[in-house]
Nanobody
Framework: VQLVESGGGLVQPGGSLRLSCAAS????????MSWYRQALGKERELVAA????????NYAGSIKGRFTISRDNAKNTVYLQMNSLKPEDTAVYYC?????????WGQGTQVTVSS
């Protein structure tokens, strides 16, 4: 099983980034896919999640209206479009796949929002 995140980097406040998470080694379409983040000195928190069957999503209140999670089951990839980024969005962003008792994590990608 592999989850490989990409798309992180340094961006100015108000800018945008699109994170990608390429999955392999499991039946991607079955899994709830999520993005979490962990800022320095803070606990890991859920940012956004998407459930495959209905494509329903949920978002943390702090990013609602600015971030959009989506998935492409044909490409085994989940995305996080991040707009209007703020310095407080600075964190390592992790991809997560969950189904029943199975729970997988990527290695994380750093997002830094700074002028």
């Amino acid at each position: 099983v592999q989850l490989v995140e990409s798309g992180g980097g340094l961006v100015q406040p108000g800018g945008s980034l699109r994170l990608s998470c390429a999955a392999s080694g499991f039946t991607f379409s079955r899994y709830r896919m999520s993005w979490y983040r962990q800022a320095l000195g803070k606990e890991r928190e859920l940012v956004a999640a998407i459930i495959s069957a209905a494509g329903s999503t949920n978002y943390a209140g702090s990013i609602k209206g600015r971030f959009t999670i989506s998935r492409d089951n044909a490409k085994n990839t989940v995305y996080l479009q991040m707009n209007s980024l703020k310095p407080e969005d600075t964190a390592v962003y992790y991809c997560n796949a969950r189904w029943n008792l199975e729970d997988y994590w990527g290695q994380g990608t750093q997002v830094t929002v700074s002028s």
